[in-house]
């Protein structure tokens, strides 16, 4: 029997909700348990128990990832009407990840777990592409007004001395619409230092794109404080690290996210974020094999798997029937934060684990054994599905031939 590898800085794990739940536990026991002496603080993000502490919990855990560093959370429910009769909720409480997003100040890269078997739609992809979503104002905070009939529309600034700035909008000769969008520059700033930070960490260049020519104003300030935070605080240092950022406007940037073979990050704005993270997505492959880490300005990490709690295969699961749910995100959500942990505290034996579970996991699907979701879209003949529990055994039987 090997030796259990130490942890001398406790990682913070937020438990989830339903099928992730369950898978939650099988990996910790199948796949961490046996070789780490697992370090964690943990927090039970689970419904019941956020309802329980009047959400508390998920506050307490964000104030943890700030203290420690580095965090790992499972998919949980983000509460609607029809979860708050199942869970007799006292309120609707508001999504766990907006939650600790908030409070973080942080920024969502979610990249895909690339196979063989599973090819990409666009078949030049050979890399992941990582997106990052700027997660503040724009169309999402906007203001709007429908216009009646003709009339002057114009935006008012009104300064704390009472003085007004104004700017014409359109003068309207019949009916419209008009939209009134903002930002806020620290909130650009944090943006940008997460998307420079989140470069540095992976070793992989940044793009960022808007429509700075149409938008001088708006959009340009996008730009300009990219620029600005690259040219004052990053630049020396992706230089030494062989990297580079480089801005273009947003539909080049599309041309050449299509064209390429992938290994970059792409910043988006809100909307763009929204738009092209869905389409990238969906043309990698599987919602199931997609990662997502919150990088917060200052540097805190916070892993997990980009899809929710798979509520349809929980149910079956507590009818007693066997269910196929794909792990691998919310593995490489734990090896993710793993690896980071081992980084951070100059535990080589963590970093180079996270790295063959990685490789187990990867080595056990184009070995052909792999849950339902992927046996319906691969390339490899005669693919062998797998239960959860079998999938996440056979990842373990790779590992130890790894070891
Ligand atoms: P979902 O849990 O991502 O599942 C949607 C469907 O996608 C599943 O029914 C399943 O399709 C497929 N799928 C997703 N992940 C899979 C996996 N690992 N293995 C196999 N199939 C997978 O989305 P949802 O059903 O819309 O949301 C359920 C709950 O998750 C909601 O309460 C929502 O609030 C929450 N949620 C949480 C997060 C988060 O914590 N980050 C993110 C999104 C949603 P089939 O049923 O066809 O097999
Ligand atoms: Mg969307």
Known sequence: MMEKIKMPVP???????????????????????PYIDLNTEYYD??????????????????MATKKYGVAVKCATITPNAARMEEYHLKEMWKSPNGTIRALLDGTVFRTPIIVKGIEPVVKNWKKPIAIARHAYGDVYKAAEMKIPGPGKCEMVYTAEDGSE????????????????????????????????????????????????????????????????????????????????????????AVARVIRSEGGYIWACKNYDGDVMSDMVATAFGSLAMMTSVLVSPQGYYEYEAAHGTVQRHYYKHLKGEATSTNSVATIFAWTGALRKRGELDQVPELTRFADLLEKATIDTIESGRMTKDLALMTSLENPVVETSEGFIQAVRQTLDTLL
């Open 45 to 62: 993000l689970g419904l019941e128990y956020r309802n329980e502490t009047n959400d508390q919990v998920t506050v307490d855990a964000a």
């Open 11 to 33: 990682l913070v794990e937020m438990d989830g909700d339903e099928m992730t739940r369950i898978l939650w536990r099988m990996i910790k026991d199948e796949l961490l348990l």
């Open 165 to 252: 700035t104004r700017e014409l909008i359109h003068d309207f000769a019949g009916p419209g619409i008009v939209q009134g969008m903002h930002n806020l520059e620290a909130s650009i700033e944090s943006f940008a230092r997460s998307c420079f930070n989140y470069a540095l960490d992976t070793k992989q260049d940044l793009w960022f794109a808007t429509k700075d020519t149409i938008s001088k104003k708006y959009d340009h300030t996008f730009k300009d404080i990219f620029q600005e935070i690259y040219d004052q605080e990053y630049a020396a240092r992706f230089q030494e690290a062989g990297i580079t950022y480089f801005y273009t406007l947003i539909d080049d």
